[in-house]
């Protein structure tokens, strides 16, 4: 459901200024600041988990996956700036017990902008696996399939196994 905040701001040097906006509510708590160089954002913060796993074959099909390491907590803040000039970038790096490595990319970027604020962006998620196995993942994301934290999976192939990483929202 849509909500239309009215926003009052007064920034030191500037005219008090009134912004009317529309936004899901998932949204209304962010706070707008303004940057040194007047350029607007406001921050989205994301906390989740990782977890490794191994997926064996067995009699001409793959088992259920088998958690190496799990539940190993995730936390970014990332900046969305209310120009479409602008991407924000948090990188994590994680490293297995299973001689696999990731390195996490998290994308937050604005497509289209109002009078200071964002009316349109997306999130992107990238995974890139090294070790045991080496894999590249990602995927796109809205801002209700990002918050609280994306969910994907990432894996490859080492001999007779799959070998990888999730994310998700809630400990295993």
Same mark, same amino acid.
């Given at each position: #459901?849509?909500?239309?905040?009215? /926003? ?9 200024? /009134? ?5 899901? +509510? ?9 940057? !040194?160089?007047?350029?607007?954002? @406001?921050? &989205? ?11 064996? $074959?067995? =009699? ?8 190496? +390491?799990?539940?190993?907590?995730? *936390?970014?803040?990332?900046?969305? $700036?209310?120009?479409?000039?602008? &991407? ?12 696999? !490595? ?8 604005? @497509?289209?902008?109002?009078? !200071?604020?964002? %009316?349109?962006?997306?999130?992107? &998620?990238?995974?890139?696996?090294? =070790?045991? &196995? ?8 809205? *801002?209700?399939?990002? /918050?609280?934290?994306?969910? %994907?999976?990432?894996? =490859?192939?080492?001999?007779? #196994? ?7 929202? %809630?400990?295993?």
């Amino acid at each position: #459901m849509k909500r239309i905040i009215f /926003i009052f701001l007064t920034f030191i040097c500037f005219d008090a200024s /009134i912004f009317a906006f529309e936004f899901d +509510e998932i949204i209304a708590n962010r706070e707008i600041i303004l940057k !040194n160089n007047n350029i607007y954002y @406001s921050t &989205v913060s994301i906390k989740g988990y990782a977890s490794f796993w191994i997926q064996k $074959y067995s =009699g001409g099909s793959y088992l259920l996956p088998q958690i190496i +390491e799990k539940n190993i907590p995730l *936390e970014a803040d990332l900046k969305i $700036y209310n120009s479409h000039q602008y &991407v924000d970038l948090k990188t994590i790096n994680l490293e297995g017990h299973i001689e696999l !490595n990731a390195k996490i990319d998290l994308y937050s970027i604005c @497509s289209s902008t109002g009078d !200071n604020y964002c %009316l349109n962006y997306y999130f992107i &998620v990238q995974i890139n696996l090294n =070790g045991i &196995v080496k894999s590249f993942c990602g995927g796109y994301f809205n *801002e209700k399939d990002f /918050i609280p934290f994306p969910v %994907l999976f990432c894996s =490859g192939y080492a001999s007779d #196994m799959r070998i990888g990483l999730t994310l998700h929202r %809630l400990k295993y």
